[in-house]
């Protein structure tokens, strides 16, 4: 491998490096305006769309989740 294959292999890792750690830093800071912080970013991260998404995206992973959810206990309910 050439050096300028090398260094542009290196310069892509690095740039995937530091998009996952800004994603990572928007779910947290996101989070921390929600009652339950622990509970938001756990969600958020058991969601693999959240390492792309923005705030938008966020949200509408979080609608998606709370749906899930709710639908499992309703469905549990009628078990009953």
């Known amino acids: 491998m050439r ?3 090398a260094f542009l292999v290196c310069l892509i ?3 995937l490096t530091q998009i996952h750690v800004l994603t990572a830093d ?3 800071k996101t989070c ?3 009652p339950n912080n ?3 970013v756990k969600l ?3 969601d693999p769309r959240s390492s792309t998404a923005d705030v938008a995206g966020l949200a ?3 609608v998606d989740t709370i ?3 709710t639908t499992a206990i309703v469905d549990e309910i009628k078990v009953l």
Do not use: G, N, Q
Request: glycine share 0%; hydrophobic share 40%; charged share 25%.
């Open 32 to 34: 921390k305006h929600t």
């Open 67 to 69: 749906k899930a959810k």
């Open 3 to 5: 050096s300028s294959e």
């Open 38 to 40: 622990d509970l938001c």
């Open 26 to 28: 928007l779910v947290d």
């Open 60 to 62: 509408i992973i979080m």
């Open 13 to 15: 890792c690095f740039s």
């Open 44 to 46: 958020l991260h058991a």
